[in-house]
């Protein structure tokens, strides 16, 4: 799997479900501490359409992990300062990198979670759309 | 008038902050965090924007603190994120992208990908809702809930830009894409002329009132008077980083919620035969502050004798941290200084008598 979709997933889900697959890991494998889980900041890049130029628009305040999975790295930066859950997605990251994930079933049952909440989101928002008719004649209607 | 350093007060200091503690506490019930971040969600949002750092929670945390001032709660985010490392830049954002909750045009009727009012309050009678004094939180939770839990799902679909249309039309000029590295005003001195990059940095943390009031201003007539919104779009875009172990490969980092606007106006070419656009981005849902910072970067970038025009007048007085500080100074012993002020009043008048 992709880095972007697995982490995708990862940040997405809730912190308990990330916990449950890290700890059969934890059980199976012996995990060390690479680097402590802390906060930093991302700063945040992006384009502008006018002159299609780059700018920074602020921060975002991130945590970070990395561990080491029976000696193969694994690491994480997510969104906010969820230690547990930061040091969690590395070992599962590392899990990945030794080829020793075997819950991936249960990481594509929650995108599919994830999916289908955000498409249900997205549904009420569609209702919103709107068609707007013009009482000026010198409007085109279409 | 400068002012001068006093001693002692250390006492009197030391209860005025343990009466802070009075105030603040107010009654018995405490305020959750989780509440000021889910409930004052567009406070939240304007906090998070001034402060230029992203992070709900203390935002949250920062209102709580100060008793719900804006620029407290600012200067406390800045303060809190000086202490920090940054330790990475995120991948170039692509809005294009962005998972759209709202998204409209005046000026134009009919848009590719339709025009979505999300959630807005424009459309509601500004009449104060009594019932809301007794509400049952609990009981409102479960049945929006309920209902979201009916929708059929839609497909979530990116929508094109607005100005992507009448560039291709050539209606408005294109540029290829630019990778300079942007400039970063929390590391340099803003210098004039601003690069773009630096202009809309500072403007994307500018207190939303100030630009809101320039941006009138300028409608008044102070400016080029009245740009169409082509595009007002609000929505979640993704934030990656490259992935350390294998820079071809990236993390997602989460998703960020951001309001974009762009403003068109008639361009500066000589015989008026193209439209150009103002741009404005700003985190959260604050879209009249977007709309304000697209105003205020047309009127920038088309220069002029209004104060909408001069970039070191908009540039230099927007920062709510700077703002605020300076006119708190004011505040601080000018005993010195009034006094000899007073007494040259005082020697006039004498002279006068």
Same mark, same amino acid.
């Given at each position: 799997m992709e880095k972007k979709r697995l982490f995708k997933i990862l940040a997405k889900a809730d $912190? @308990?479900?990330?916990?449950? =697959? @890290?700890?059969? =890991?934890? $059980? @199976?494998?012996?995990?060390?501490m690479v680097k402590e889980p802390n906060k930093t900041l991302t700063m945040i890049k992006m384009r502008e359409p006018v002159k299609e130029s780059l700018f920074y628009i602020g921060e975002v305040l991130v945590c970070e992990a990395v561990i080491e999975l029976d000696g193969t790295r694994g690491m994480a930066v997510t969104m906010g300062d969820d230690f547990e859950k930061v040091l969690n997605m590395a070992i599962i990251d590392a899990a990945y990198n030794r080829s020793v994930f075997e819950r991936e079933s249960e990481l594509l049952r929650l995108e599919e979670e994830q999916q289908v909440a955000e498409q249900k989101e997205n549904a009420m928002h569609m209702k919103t759309m709107v068609n707007f008719n013009s009482m000026d004649s010198e409007v085109p209607q279409q | 008038m400068a002012y001068v350093a006093v001693s002692g007060g250390k006492e009197a200091i030391e209860a005025s902050i343990e009466l802070l503690r009075y105030y603040r506490s107010g009654c018995e019930r405490d305020l959750e965090l989780e509440v000021i *971040?889910?409930?004052?969600?567009?406070?939240? !949002?304007?906090?998070? #924007?001034?402060?230029?750092?992203?992070? /709900?929670?203390?935002?949250?945390?920062?209102?709580?603190?100060? *008793?719900?001032?804006?620029?407290?709660a600012v200067f406390l985010l800045r303060a809190y994120r000086?202490?920090?490392?940054?330790?990475?830049?995120?991948?170039v954002v692509d809005t294009a992208g962005m998972r759209v909750i709202r998204r409209i045009s005046s000026a134009f009727k009919d848009i590719q990908g339709g025009q979505i009012l999300g959630a807005t309050y424009d459309y509601t009678h500004r009449l104060l809702n009594v019932k809301l004094e007794h509400e049952d939180a609990v009981a409102l939770r479960e049945k929006v809930l309920t209902q979201l839990q009916m929708q059929t799902p839609v497909e979530v679909s990116a929508c094109p830009r607005v100005s992507d *249309?009448? /560039?291709?039309? #050539?209606?408005?000029d294109s540029y290829p894409?630019?990778?300079? *590295?942007?400039? !970063?005003?929390?590391?340099?001195?803003?210098?004039?002329?601003?690069?773009?990059?630096?202009?809309?940095?500072?403007?994307?943390?500018? !207190?939303?009132?100030?630009?809101?009031?320039?941006?009138?201003?300028?409608?008044? #007539?102070?400016?080029? %008077?009245?740009?169409?919104?082509?595009?007002?779009?609000? #929505?979640? %875009?993704e934030i990656c980083v490259a992935y350390p172990f294998d820079d071809t490969q990236s993390i997602f980092l989460g998703e960020l919620l951001l309001t974009e606007a762009e403003t068109f106006t008639e361009a500066d070419d000589k015989d008026k035969l193209k439209l150009t656009d103002g741009y404005g981005a700003v985190f959260g849902r604050n879209e009249n502050k977007a709309i304000a910072m697209a105003i205020a970067d047309r009127e920038l970038e088309h220069k002029g004798p209004y104060p909408t025009q001069n970039e070191e007048f908009v540039l230099m007085h927007g920062d709510s941290l700077e703002m605020n500080g300076f006119i708190s100074h004011l505040k601080l012993p000018h005993y010195v200084t009034f006094q000899s002020k007073l007494d040259a009043v005082r020697k006039t008048r004498g002279g006068n008598a």
């Open positions: $912190a @308990a479900s990330i916990a449950r =697959l @890290a700890e059969e =890991l934890k $059980a @199976a494998h012996s995990i060390t | *971040e889910e409930k004052m969600s567009l406070l939240v !949002d304007r906090i998070m #924007g001034e402060a230029g750092f992203y992070s /709900k929670r203390y935002a949250a945390l920062a209102l709580k603190q100060c *008793e719900g001032c804006v620029e407290e000086s202490t920090l490392t940054r330790k990475y830049y995120s991948q *249309e009448l /560039k291709k039309e #050539g209606l408005m894409e630019s990778d300079e *590295e942007p400039f !970063d005003i929390t590391e340099n001195l803003l210098e004039f002329p601003a690069p773009r990059s630096a202009r809309l940095q500072t403007l994307a943390r500018a !207190d939303t009132g100030f630009l809101s009031g320039l941006a009138y201003s300028a409608l008044r #007539g102070y400016g080029l %008077v009245h740009p169409t919104v082509g595009e007002l779009r609000t #929505g979640y %875009v």
